[in-house]
Every structure is written in structure tokens, then in C-alpha cells.
Nanobody, 121 residues
């Protein structure tokens, strides 16, 4: 059973920074990638960023490109989302995701519970 535990959310002013962390745990776990989605009130869930575990290739949504960065610590199976130059429109619940073996469909197959990020104007 793979579990994802998020931390690091909170309230920040416009232009500020926050760093989210997500630790994955599970017996005999094979990780292919980890990342983040977000969902704002009244809006659909949207992709934010992803990092491939083998090689560290990263992907970002256009809306966060250049402001957010994603990194990983393979030893602890932890992914980090560094969010800089935050805007009020970044306010959302951020959900950690993972793609772990076995896989039989595109996209992540594990989800965290979510963590609130609020950017005040």
C-alpha cells in the first residue's frame, strides 16, 4: 500500500514563496514519477508539475513555468515543489501524485489528501 504525505502549505502574501514536500512510502515500491496537481474552489483539477524519477526530467504547466521548480530526493522518496512569485490565482488545494508500478493507464495512480495553499492579495 503506497501512501503519500504532504506538508508545507499555508498562507503567504502575493510575491512570496512556499515549499511543498511529499513523501511516498510503501513496501517494494517502484516509483516512475511524482508530481503535483491543484484544485481551486469552483474549478477543475489541473496539472502543476511532474518529475520523472529516473533521470529527473521535469514538466510544468504554462501557468507556473518560470516561477515553480520541482525536485526529488530519491533516498527518501520525497518530492519538493518550490513555489516563488506566488499570485492569488495560485490559491488552491495542492495534491501530491505518484505513478508507481504496476501501471495500466496514463497519468498518476496514487494521490495524496491535499494541502491548502492560500495567496493573499
Amino acid at each position: 500500500q503506497v501512501q503519500l504525505v504532504e506538508s508545507g502549505g499555508g498562507l503567504v502574501e502575493t510575491g512570496g514563496s512556499l515549499r511543498l514536500s511529499c513523501a511516498a512510502s510503501g513496501d517494494n515500491m517502484i516509483l516512475y514519477s511524482m508530481g503535483w496537481f491543484r484544485q481551486a474552489p469552483g474549478k477543475e483539477r489541473e496539472f502543476v508539475a511532474r518529475i520523472n524519477w529516473d533521470g529527473g526530467v521535469t514538466f510544468f504547466a504554462d501557468s507556473v513555468e518560470g516561477r515553480f521548480s520541482i525536485s526529488r530526493d530519491s533516498a527518501s522518496n520525497t518530492v519538493f515543489l518550490q513555489m516563488d512569485s506566488l499570485k492569488p490565482e495560485d490559491t488552491a488545494v495542492y495534491l501530491c501524485t505518484a505513478r508507481v508500478a504496476p501501471v495500466n493507464s496514463p497519468g498518476p495512480n496514487r494521490w495524496g489528501h491535499g494541502i491548502q495553499v492560500t495567496v493573499s492579495s
